[in-house]
């Protein structure tokens, strides 16, 4: 009797066990399974996703950028000009300008009046100029020979914005040095100048500057002579007329006179400075050949000066 009552304990005794087993396993089956989303709260702070930081673009896992919404939470859609109406890349708007700015002073160069005018809004060139663009015809002869030709040195201090580039233009202008500040805006498909301005030019450690002061019947300067190959003539208009300053070479052997750059007309109280490089030695003449009201140029009045390179 007390083997069955043994025999019996030890069955019981498995029975509850294996029903304790397969309650485990049911409970373990059916929390395993895919079911709706916990709350986050009861996730451990390790299996949390960290917040989006403000600023900072979110990564897919494995480390891939997602992409940017199209605007960002409680800040304004940005409102601009569409890409085919600024330069999509900085760089390559650097890059059209410089070839524009070239490419229009090489025009000018071969005197091929349509493609220099064709880097020129109208506004631009006639601040550059001082005459419509509309004239420019008629005005070629005088055009193509006051000034040029031209070397463009190289480019500085560009700045790209949304519908306009600034930049500064080193030249040779014939012999004069120059330091241009241009302003292209995109016009008719294409960049053109819209403002031309002159600004100082640097001197070089090498360069030699002479004072010249313009008056009413005289021409002073403050040397007569010099010994380097480049010299800076500063100009003082201190007239109440506008007046030039124009630095011829004079050719001894042939008596001719040769125009290697010129300053003006400057208004009453106005100064530039003519930057000559490359001067050879030999006599030069300084004068100023506008026409007084009598139609006599000032430089038979006395505005005139004998200058030597040594």
């Known amino acids: 009797m007390s083997g069955f009552q043994t025999s019996g304990s030890r069955r019981g005794l498995m029975i509850v066990l294996a029903v304790m087993v397969l309650v485990a396993a049911v409970w373990w089956a059916t929390d395993r399974r895919p079911g709706p989303e916990r709350s986050s709260d009861s996730e451990p702070p390790s299996n949390r996703a960290a917040p989006p930081v403000a600023g900072r673009p979110q990564t897919r896992q494995g480390g891939s950028p997602l992409e940017a919404p199209a605007s960002l939470p409680g800040r304004p859609t940005p409102v601009g000009p569409s890409l085919e109406e600024s330069p999509r890349e900085p760089a390559l708007a650097v890059w059209q300008v410089e070839e524009t700015i070239t490419r229009v002073f090489a025009a000018f160069n071969a005197q091929d009046l349509q493609g220099f005018l064709g880097g020129w809004t109208p506004r631009g060139f006639q601040h550059a100029f001082e005459f419509p663009i509309t004239q420019a015809v008629r005005l070629q002869d005088d055009l193509f020979t006051e000034s040029g030709p031209y070397t463009i040195e190289g480019f500085a201090n560009t700045l790209v914005g949304p519908h306009r ?110 930057l000559l490089t490359d001067l050879v030695p030999g006599p030069y003449l300084l004068v100023c050949n506008m026409l007084d009201r009598d139609g006599k140029p000032y430089s038979s009045k006395g505005l005139r000066a004998d200058f030597t390179i040594r």
């Open 165 to 274: 580039v600034t930049t500064h233009v080193d030249m040779i202008n014939g012999r004069r040095k120059e330091r241009h500040r241009m302003a292209l805006v995109k016009h008719d498909g294409g960049w053109k100048i819209d403002l031309d301005e002159k600004l100082p030019v640097r001197l070089p450690r090498n360069v030699v500057a002479v004072d010249v002061r313009i008056t009413e019947r005289s021409l002073e300067v403050s040397s007569l002579e010099a010994v380097s190959q480049s010299v800076a003539f500063r100009v003082a208009n201190e007239d109440e007329k506008p007046h030039q300053l124009v630095v011829m070479r004079r050719v001894v052997e042939s008596g001719v006179h040769a125009a290697l750059g010129h300053v003006g007309p400057l208004g009453p109280g106005k100064h530039d400075t003519l």
